[in-house]
């Protein structure tokens, strides 16, 4: 069954299902004009060829007359779909129905024309009957088993009540044309093909509810955990169908830092500046993915990584040391290939307990983590300035990855928020 809790699933499914209609109509607009045109061609290029079946003839304007309404209606339905759509708006169900039966009546319109032209035994015979089956396929697209199976229905009773009309029929005649029978059971055949049309729309519905179900959850994700995650990481959130919990859980966070961006920016132009962004930043989003940890915020110049939230990861603080880097040789090799536009950064890291989980409204929430942590990570990064470092990582963190690989002790340094010193590590 598909999770109709999700935010958004309702709304993306009405879309998605406005758009198999949207389809569905303009193939029978094809279809139709095509068939105007070909029997309009055959009646005006051909007519001692057509006169020959038809008694007296038959007129070449009698297409025009009877597919041409349907054709217009179809495009006039195209468009009000499309306004609909393009308006968020759905298609009432009850306009599906009335819709569903003009377009089945196309069949018996022509099958009625034809048989003051024709022996109406040979018009049952002809191509017009097929058309319901063309009408009935098509409304598997509606995605919808009653539409369909009232398709075939329609369909069914208009052709019973059409033989019964022109043809003098017997329950059980010698010929099985006249046969009521006969005609009742092809009825029957285009209820029963309503009736799988039926099921095969709503196979196609329950295909586009785990589409809609896979995309809403996803979508949900990224927008909890900011403008980007890992896609390691969403496979792994999708898996537990359910949002983050809100607790207080070991987290690892890294702030990053260009230094002196605000300067440059003044006298760069606003497109550029951007542009160097993105291309700076999607080399550190690269980077945070390989090691197993998540872009939460984006903060202007900046940004702010979690290792170990919201899946727990007992190598954190070992991903998020060797995130840092990684991140400083990314740093340097930019500035080898773009001299012109060199950088330098600002890394603090710290290891510690903070509070996680969702925040925001019904309509727009969040993923975030709260407390000290966070804010000592973020004094370290601050703390490069000073120190003329650019990673600096805090005395849990240093414990955590046994070393930091032979970091150097700053010893207790003054943090601004802090009555005491906090002991310091500087990774080269």
Not at 35 to 49: G, K, Q, R
Not at 65 to 70: E, R
Not at 124 to 136: G, H, K, Q, T, V
Not at 151 to 178: D, S
Request: charged share 20%.
């Amino acid at each position: 069954m598909a999770d109709t809790t999700l935010p958004g699933y309702a709304d993306a499914l009405r879309r998605e299902t406005m758009r198999s209609e949207i389809q569905r109509v303009q193939v029978l607009a094809v279809l139709l004009t095509l068939l105007l045109a070909a029997t309009s061609f055959a009646l005006n290029v051909m007519p001692d060829l057509l006169a020959r079946r038809f008694e007296g003839g038959f007129p070449g304007w009698m297409p025009l007359v009877g597919i041409g309404p349907f054709v217009l209606y179809e495009i006039v339905v195209l468009v009000v779909l499309r306004r609909r759509a393009a308006r968020d708006r759905d298609f009432p169900r009850y306009a599906r129905f009335v819709n569903a039966f003009i377009e089945t009546t196309l069949p018996s319109v022509v099958i009625f024309s034809l048989s003051h032209y024709m022996e109406p035994t040979a018009v049952f015979a002809f191509w017009p009957p097929m058309l319901y089956f063309l009408f009935i396929l098509l409304s598997t697209l509606r995605l919808d088993f009653g539409l369909s199976l009232w398709t075939g229905a329609v369909a069914a009773v208009q052709q019973a009540l059409l033989a019964m009309w022109f043809i003098p029929l017997q329950l059980y005649g010698a010929n099985p044309e006249h046969a009521l029978m006969f005609h009742l059971s092809r009825s029957v055949v285009l209820l029963l093909g309503g009736g799988v049309a039926g099921l095969v729309a709503r196979q196609l519905r329950r295909q586009f509810e785990q589409s809609v179900v896979a995309l809403a959850a996803r979508d949900h994700v990224t927008n909890l955990f900011g403008q980007h995650v890992s896609p390691a990481v969403v496979d792994r959130l999708l898996a537990t169908r359910r949002d983050p919990p809100s607790e207080t859980r070991e987290v690892c966070v890294l702030f990053l830092d260009i230094r002196g961006f605000t300067a440059m920016a003044r006298v760069r132009p606003a497109g550029e500046t951007v542009e160097l962004l993105n291309d700076f930043f999607a080399e550190m989003i690269d980077i945070v993915d390989r090691h197993n940890g998540i872009i939460n915020k984006f903060l202007g110049d900046g940004f702010l990584a979690l290792f170990g939230a919201p899946i727990a990861d007992p190598q954190a603080a070992t991903n998020a040391v060797s995130a840092g880097l990684a991140m400083l040789a990314a740093v340097e090799r930019w500035n080898a290939a773009r001299p012109h536009e060199a950088l330098r950064v600002g890394i603090g890291i710290h290891l510690g307990e903070a509070v996680t989980g969702t925040v925001g409204s019904p309509r727009r929430k969040e993923y975030t983590v709260i407390g000290d942590t966070v804010n000592l990570a973020a004094r370290l990064e601050q703390l490069t300035k000073e120190t003329g470092a650019q990673l600096l990582v805090s005395e849990p963190v240093y414990r955590a990855t046994a070393g930091a690989g032979g970091a150097t002790d700053l010893g207790p340094l003054a943090v601004r928020g802090y009555d005491e010193g906090v002991r310091v590590w500087k990774v080269v």
